[in-house]
Nanobody, 119 residues
């Protein structure tokens, strides 16, 4: 089992910045990918960004150039730095961890943290 604990959400004005953190605990030695999804009211949960253990990252088109994702393997923590925030970035942000073991896929989710971009 893997537990994910997010922090760093809140209210920010358009153009502002926030940094989300997600600390993993439990059976973490197998985690291959960590990342972030978000879900706005009435919409599906969508990928924002992910990063592999080797540091390879991928981003949704809507956040490219504004968001960065990083990972501290020693602290088992993944970060999402969000700059130039827009009202459409408002959503609940969920941390996600993934690994595969002997043909079985394992997905774990955090409890979510609210990000609101508004003046």
């Amino acid at each position: 089992q893997v537990q994910l604990l997010e922090s760093g959400g809140g209210l920010v004005q358009p153009g502002g910045s926030l940094r989300l953190s997600c600390a993993a605990s439990g059976s973490i030695f197998n985690i291959a990918i960590m990342g972030w999804y978000r879900q706005a009211p009435g919409k599906q949960r969508d990928l924002v960004a992910y990063i592999t253990t080797s540091g390879s990252a991928n981003f949704a088109d809507s956040v490219k150039g504004r968001f960065t994702v990083s990972r501290d393997n020693a602290k088992n923590t993944v970060y999402l730095q969000m700059n130039s925030l827009k009202p459409e970035d408002t959503a609940v942000y969920y941390c996600h961890a993934y690994y595969a073991d002997r043909g079985i896929n394992y997905d774990y989710w955090g409890q979510g943290t609210q990000v609101t971009v508004s003046s």
